[in-house]
């Protein structure tokens, strides 16, 4: 489409909205990308792990290695009628550029891009290398991606000091948050099993609902922690409840109930697994338990990602960002245990897997000048 405007950034972010890209389908968005990183001197790896597409992007040999992040698949738009224009073409209107991804987070993906262009045009040759790290699967499964790339890298000792990702991180006004970690995120899978039974004769029926209900309310009302200095606090809560033979005058043989944890660094996986087990143990219930972990929480510590990333946001935004660790998981969680700095700053997120997503113009811009100056800051030394 025509924006016109002139905005490199712009037009690129259009080109990939163009592109239904629904997880974990690429749909062309990384050929884009890989076009216009090897017109930079990048060596670009696609790296194809199931139905995952991702790449691998690195200009230079030496450290420090400074890599943007972020992926190019979407969530699917919902009922396409409630849009006011279609969710795959790019639409301007008052200020703001409407289409599925525009702010989760194709507008992060062209800033990087053009930022990367404007940075290397005026310094051909910085220290350290610059990367990009792209997948097609983080609104997904996330089994075949960012994870994926990050083992190759390793088993073959490349290491990225410094991650940008642009998922979008600010609330208000761009750049008023930029999140330091996240929360880790645990779930489980409990079946509760009993006798079935006629409701009118319960002694010779075991009731799992009767069972479980108790057990129910003290998981919703532990105080699992207080939180910490950049955590919240860590919380339960049951997301589904399933029993019932499906008649008023039968009691059902099993209940299955699903639950998920967001915790803060004073749990680990092990500890909190172990303290849930111990509360169904203390009942007497006859119970199976499945887990599964989305991801350990992680920080970044104080140091010089931090810095520049905050100096940058305050020189184009005017104000500090507020450093958080809120917000759902991100692929900073599979990044960061390889000992990376990882720091995510992008668009606002109001409007994210919403009807009518959106990202305001004059964001994206501003976005570009951010991550132009993060890479002078950490890139050239001492401007
Ligand atoms: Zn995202």
Redesign the pocket.
Known sequence: MSTGTAQPEIELLCDLISRPSITPDDAGCQQLLIERLSALGFECETLIFGTVTNLWARRGKASPVLCFA??TDVVPPGDEAKWSSAPFTPTLNDGYLYGRGSA??KSGLAAMVVAIEQFLAANPDPAGSLAMLITSD??GRAREGTLKVVETLAARDEHIDWCVLG??SSQETLGDVVRIGRRGSLSGILTVNGIQGHVAYPQTTDNPIRRFAPILAQLHEIEWDEGNEHFPPTSFQVVDVHSGAGATNVTPAQLTARFNLRYSTEWSYDTLQERIQQIFDEHDIDYELQWHLSGEPFLTQPGKLIDAVSQAVTELSGSAPELSTGGGT?DGRFISPAGAEVVELGPVNAS?HKIDERVRVDDVIKLTAMYRRIMELLLLGDS
Do not use: A, K, V, Y
């Open positions: 972020g992926h989760d987070m983080e609104e998922e979008p991100s994210i």
